[in-house]
């Protein structure tokens, strides 16, 4: 598969790349960013968190916001950032920001229009590591973080298939889809309209049958303006109490929603993954 460099940026003696290529779970040209630490070679390849960005987001967001470069190169561990969904002028969209392109939901979509490429969960969990697996100097040991929407993903991939992660975390995670607006109007337009589809997309619902959970490191803002409506916090943490010794739910007051809140805590996701991947 060709990948095609758009972009690179030395940081913290590693590198920032940016990357285009075909794919073929969401049938559309898809940007990936990754970055790489000083100590990835050949002889020394590296475990890889992948980061599930929210609404509105690209490649670029986390990127360039999160500030989490030094403790990445520090902990020897490289960063895939993909798109929230498929993009281009054939894609199908929507007028609002939490619907179509910026907003895949993580969901393989059964409805027209959004069957056609909306396939997110396919694309992030087997065809980008694949291609990360196969271009990069990068270990098979993978965890996964996100934020909101992309807290929601890295959930639901973390909870559906496990045996392909060592751990995950989330900020401010859009938590019990079913029941929030965000969630609602994303899977109605790309699952339809028995709730029953929905099931295997939502983290509280998951919970609720699953025996046993990967480690898993939540943090949550206090000043988020999304927290009552839309996140489901509460819910989750109910859902995670039968795994409280692998499950911790950091709340911090003051905190809202942006990248100012991921920059105060990455450093402290990072090290949580970094531990999984040295047992
Ligand atoms: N109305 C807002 C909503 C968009 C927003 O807040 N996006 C968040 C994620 S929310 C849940 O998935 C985000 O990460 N934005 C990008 C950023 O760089 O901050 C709006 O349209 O701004």
Partial sequence: MQLENIAQNKVHD??????????????????????LPPQASKDTPVPVVYWLSGLTCTDENFMQKAGAFKRAAELGIAIVAPDTSPR??????????????????????TQAPWNK???????????LPELI???????QQ????????????ALVIGLTASERYSSVSAFSPIANPIACPWGQKAFSAYLGGAEEDWYQYDAVRLLSRASDILPMR????????FLDEQLGIEKLERALAPFNHKATVHRHAGYDHS???I???????LTFHADYFNR
């Fill in 218 to 225: 939540i943090d949550q803002g206090l000043s988020d303006p």
């Fill in 142 to 153: 993978r965890a996964l973080a996100g934020h909101s929407m992309g807290g929601h993903g």
């Fill in 263 to 269: 920059s105060s805590f990455i450093d402290a996701h």
């Fill in 117 to 127: 490429h909306y396939n997110m969960y396919d694309y992030v969990v087997n065809e």
């Fill in 14 to 35: 590693g590198w920032h790349k940016r990357y285009r290529h075909a794919a073929s779970s969401t049938q559309c040209p898809m940007t990936f960013a990754i970055y």
């Fill in 259 to 261: 990248y100012f809140f």
């Fill in 88 to 109: 281009g002028e054939d894609v199908a969209d929507d007028k609002d920001y939490d619907l179509g392109q910026g907003a895949g939901f993580y969901v393989n979509a």
């Fill in 133 to 139: 697996e196969t271009h990069f100097p990068v270990t």
